[in-house]
């Protein structure tokens, strides 16, 4: 069952500039995934690769255990790469370096760290179970509900109305659960690039985290995170 896990970490970041090695409670963000990722590839003997276009960002990953040869085109290191090539390019190079085809992938993301080894140990292990599906994401409770309190611009309107019109719901309670994607981690089959899916696809499962995670886009977003961590109030390893 050889698998295999990612880390994609792009030099560029506008939000929170240097975000992917700047120091989060005395650590380089990135530091956090490697840590996570070096724990679940010991126990399920999978491989971790690195996907970066800055030199930097290699050697503080280094640092903390993750060597790496490769380095990311420039043609998808740019805001408008999608992650999807990304992941391909990167799932060529190393089926290439280690010489096997890998049958699971798995992909950590930097600027969503609060993700435990439990996690990703049950996350596993339903993916493994249901054969059929192409690939597992981490979800969260969300905020807002798009059949009760969400809305939209109707088309050729300057009015709006709700983002999904199915039924009128007199309370969110009612309404169908949706949850929103924290962007920790997917877990993938290879079939998943053989047949060129999207990460939303007919066969797609969720795991939804039992605990606070979010992404950091923005400076407050850092500073939110930087609190919790700083007053004990969430860890990460």
Sequence with gaps: MPGIIFICARGGSKGVPNKNIKLLNGKPLISYTINVARKFAAKHNFEIELSTDSELIKNVSSEFGLPSEYLRPEHLASDGAGKNDVWKDLLRYSEEKYNKTFEYILDLDVSSP???????????????????????????????????????????????????????????????????????????????????????????????????CFDIDESLDWEFMEFLLSTNRIKLT
């Design 114 to 212: 609060l993700r435990t080894i439990e996690d990703l140990e049950i996350a596993f292990e339903d993916f493994k179970r249901n054969k059929d599906a192409n690939n597992l994401f981490s979800v969260s409770n969300p905020d807002k509900n798009p059949y009760f309190n969400m809305v939209e611009q109707s088309e050729n309107s300057d009015y709006f109305e709700l983002c999904k019109q199915k039924v009128n719901f007199i309370s969110r309670q009612e309404a169908p659960t949706v949850y929103s994607m924290n962007a920790s981690f997917y877990f993938m089959r290879r079939d998943y690039f053989t047949n060129n899916l999207t990460t939303i696809n007919s066969k797609s499962l969720v795991y939804l985290m039992p605990h606070i």
